[in-house]
T-cell receptor
Framework: NAGVTQTPKFQVLKTGQSMTLQCAQD?????MSWYRQDPGMGLRLIHY???????DQGEVPNGYNVSRSTTEDFPLRLLSAAPSQTSVYFC?????????????FGPGTRLLVL | KNEVEQSPQNLTAQEGEFITINCSYS?????LHWLQQHPGGGIVSLFM???GKKKHGRLIATINIQEKHSSLHITASHPRDSAVYIC???????????FGEGTQLTVNP
């Protein structure tokens, strides 16, 4: 049982490049989400999904796209990277049902946009 | 003003000391999470509570819904407790989490 996995661990991009951050979970959790963590700020929600085929925007969705074709995978796409997207990105999941359930976080992806 | 405020931002303690980290929030909530982020970056959930008090080993979390305040206590602190501790609230309007900025704790031997 691997829990929540994220790839890559670290990535350097040039401005304008695109890339996909991968997130996978093997806990059969319906709710998955992407956060970014920046110095001096709390984690901020980018996008989330309550199940396969259903996604919605969080607090800071601009510049990011998501899709959820399976329960297991929730990739985050940067269409045209900008230096403001330099951050640490965390994927998280939780059990279906109550929002009060424990959240499970992936190990994070450090992204540097030059 | 942030909707979730933590204090202190940084805390340095000697091994064995009793530690308290505070979290105040200004929105209506259904639950509050305490999370721990290790120096390597990984985030783990410590507690989820909606009332009263929970204890796990040397960690104790309390919440006062009326005062919109929660505390995380660490008894007999140890250098391995050094981490960032994050408070997050589940708003009553919707299911999203709103996070505090975190408290950096350093416990010296």
């Amino acid at each position: 049982n691997a829990g929540v996995t994220q790839t890559p661990k670290f990535q350097v991009l040039k401005t304008g490049q695109s890339m996909t951050l991968q997130c996978a979970q093997d806990m059969n959790h319906e709710y998955m989400s992407w956060y970014r963590q920046d110095p001096g700020m709390g984690l901020r929600l980018i996008h989330y999904s309550v199940g396969a085929g259903i996604t919605d925007q969080g607090e800071v969705p601009n510049g990011y796209n998501v899709s959820r074709s399976t329960t297991e995978d929730f990739p985050l796409r940067l269409l045209s990277a900008a230096p403001s997207q330099t951050s640490v990105y965390f994927c998280a999941t939780r059990k279906p049902g109550s929002s009060q359930e424990t959240q499970y976080f992936g190990p994070g992806t450090r992204l540097l946009v030059l | 003003k942030n909707e979730v405020e933590q204090s202190p931002q940084n805390l340095t303690a000697q091994e064995g000391e009793f530690i308290t980290i505070n979290c105040s929030y200004s929105v209506g909530i259904s639950a509050l999470h305490w999370l721990q982020q290790h120096p390597g970056g990984g985030i783990v959930s410590l507690f989820m509570l909606s009332s009263g008090k929970k204890k796990h080993g040397r960690l104790i979390a309390t919440i006062n819904i009326q005062e919109k305040h929660s505390s995380l206590h660490i008894t007999a602190s140890h250098p391995r407790d050094s981490a960032v501790y994050i408070c997050a609230v589940v708003r009553t309007s919707g299911s999203r989490l709103t996070f505090g900025e975190g408290t950096q704790l350093t416990v010296n031997p």
